[in-house]
């Protein structure tokens, strides 16, 4: 019997006991649906926090913070330390090679005023790498630049969001806007950003991009704040390569240790590793699901075993035939093996829909956007493959080991 007739045969048996086929590939429908589904989200998942990650400077990013010292009694050098100041952003600009940009920030609230509109909000003081960091471009105007540094300019930047609440519908680029009574030139505006985790999701991750009001770091020092320290919140430093990331938290590290009289009152943040320990964790879930998911596709396998072993018990005389006038015992075996094997795709084709269809479901319900890929597909149906010639071998060896004389006499 060649391969073709085998499956014609198979086909034959299936469209001929319906209710034994659904019997057989139910758990496969439900194992290879748990797979598919389960990977899908876990991707989805994934994929979005590499997108947003991407928004706000990617995986490249190292993030330094203030972080003061939790002792109860501070040492005298604990109290000297100003904490992260521009000339740390500096010293890392200049010792750390690997470090293509730096960006210091300081922050302060102040009274924004335009025409009849006055309310007190956050100022940044930025350098131009801010720009390149945060992927931000200009709808209108410029970003600020060196020379706006250097000078102590009195520019601003504004988001898309901060330009309509101070201008309205007004273009806002060469007007002025005044910083606690300080007039500012409005220079650029910013390109709106937007980024929603799910697709039923209205709130925008990335509105805070467009609230920003942004003018030259040094003339927040100079104007408004008067810090002889030159103190700034936090520093973005961008990595030349992200395998060089551990390289180099572990320089700026020493070097603001260093610089701070050995006082570690700031912490250094790699995004990457905070990525990949996230993803551990998130692994608990993961593979929990999975198990679930393959304990499925065994309990399908075992189920088509059984059904096999009852089929083989009620052909024992029609293979004993087959035998007797010259069929060979791997023909007998392909014969059953090929049975268990299109019983099992045939459950992996469905379960493969109704994966998709529960991953749908479940990103309706939490908001997340599903990605099944072909990859996940192949999985699910290989993986439905494998369970019908694992489980289905045993049946297929003992009808081709089957004696020929023993299953004539057969009852």
Request: no cysteine; proline share 3%; net charge negative.
């Amino acid at each position: 019997m060649t391969l073709r007739e085998s499956i014609l045969d198979g086909l034959d048996d299936v469209r001929a006991n319906k209710l034994r086929t659904f019997l057989q590939i139910i758990g496969v429908v439900l194992g290879v649906a748990s797979l598919v589904a389960v990977q899908g989200l876990v991707d989805a998942g994934r994929r979005q926090t590499l997108e947003y990650y991407a928004e706000v400077g990617g995986l490249k990013k190292l993030l330094v913070v203030n972080r003061p010292p939790r002792d109860v009694v501070l040492t005298a050098r604990q109290l000297a330390s100003p904490g992260l100041t521009w000339e740390d952003a500096q010293a890392i600009r200049r010792e750390v090679p690997q470090a293509t940009l730096v960006d210091p920030i300081a922050t302060t609230s102040l009274a924004v005023r335009h025409g009849n509109y006055l309310r007190i909000h956050d100022v940044a003081g930025v350098t131009p790498d801010y720009a390149p960091v945060y992927s931000l471009r200009t709808a209108r105007g410029r970003f600020l630049s060196v020379e706006d540094l250097e000078a102590r300019a009195r520019a601003v930047v504004l988001g898309d969001s901060a330009a309509r609440t101070y201008f309205g519908n007004e273009d806002p680029v060469g007007k002025t806007l005044y910083l606690a009574d300080v007039g500012f030139t409005v220079v650029g505006v910013l390109e709106r950003k937007e980024f929603v985790f799910g697709e039923g999701d209205r709130d925008n991750a990335l509105e805070w991009m467009n609230r920003l009001t942004l003018v030259p770091l040094t003339t927040v020092y100079t104007r408004f704040t008067g810090d002889p320290e030159q103190r700034v919140e936090y520093i973005n430093v961008m990595v030349d390569e992200i395998e060089h990331n551990p390289e180099v938290s572990a320089a700026v590290t020493a070097l603001l240790y260093r610089r701070h009289g050995g006082v570690t009152d700031f912490e250094v943040f790699n995004r990457s590793e905070r990525m990949r320990e996230n993803q551990e964790e998130g692994q608990v879930f993961d593979v929990t699901f999975l198990v679930a998911g393959l304990v499925s596709l065994i309990v399908g396998g075992i189920v088509i075993m059984n059904i096999m072993l009852a089929s083989f018990q009620e052909r024992i005389r029609e293979v004993g035939v087959r035998k007797a006038i010259g069929a060979k015992g791997t023909d007998i075996a392909v014969e059953f093996l090929v049975e268990s094997i299109l019983v099992t795709s045939i459950g992996g084709a469905v379960g493969l829909g109704v994966g998709i269809g529960f991953a749908r479901l479940m990103s309706g319900l939490i908001g997340i956007r599903t990605i099944i890929t072909p990859t996940m597909a192949v999985v699910g149906v290989v993986s439905s493959v494998g369970v019908g010639l694992f489980f289905g071998l045993y049946p297929a060896l003992r009808a081709a080991r089957l004696n020929p004389v023993e299953a004539l006499r057969y009852e």
